[in-house]
């Protein structure tokens, strides 16, 4: 069951009708998980609608939008680290995963120094590979844009 549903069984359990009779309820652990709406926008060049998912808080970015079918490795990027082509599998070496925030930055890990060296002349970028979504078990609405180099054309 979800939260919704447990809490609604929970709060369905039938009065108790005398003194003797005893309800004994044990939860381990009931807690809703934050959700991150993420509005995805798409260059013109890729040909896909904009599309919304919804994470939960403590998903990895990069993995989330992968295992939902979203392509991220960027065909206009090279390669931060050696300038080839081809993605580091998740290093965060190689800056072909990076996506644009429009809105909701404040919804994603703070950068680390290695995120913030490669990217700083594009403040607004993020490699999804080390964003980790809803930071802190915080819940909201963000958009981003999916390949931003293709953007910029």
């Known amino acids: ?35 991150v709406t993420i509005n995805l926008q798409f260059p013109a060049a890729q040909d896909e609608p904009d ?14 939008m992968l295992t939902r079918g979203i392509k991220l490795n960027d065909k206009l990027s090279e390669r931060f680290d050696s300038g080839g082509l081809g993605d580091c599998g998740a290093d965060g070496t190689c800056a072909t995963c990076v996506v644009a925030v429009s809105r909701g ?8 120094i290695q995120e913030e060296q490669i990217l700083k002349k594009n403040p607004r970028w993020r490699m999804a590979c080390k964003t ?10 963000m958009t981003i844009q999916v390949n931003p180099r293709q953007w910029e054309q």
């Open 132 to 141: 980790v979504v809803g930071h802190g078990m915080t819940e909201g609405d």
């Open 1 to 35: 069951l979800g939260y919704d549903a447990t809490i609604d069984a929970i709060l369905s359990l039938p009065d108790v009708a005398s003194e003797e009779e005893k309800v004994r309820l044990t939860i381990k652990r009931v807690r809703r998980k934050p959700v």
């Open 51 to 64: 599309a919304t998912i919804q994470l939960f808080a403590g998903e990895n970015l990069r993995r989330a």
């Open 105 to 112: 930055e404040e919804l994603l890990s703070p950068k680390n």
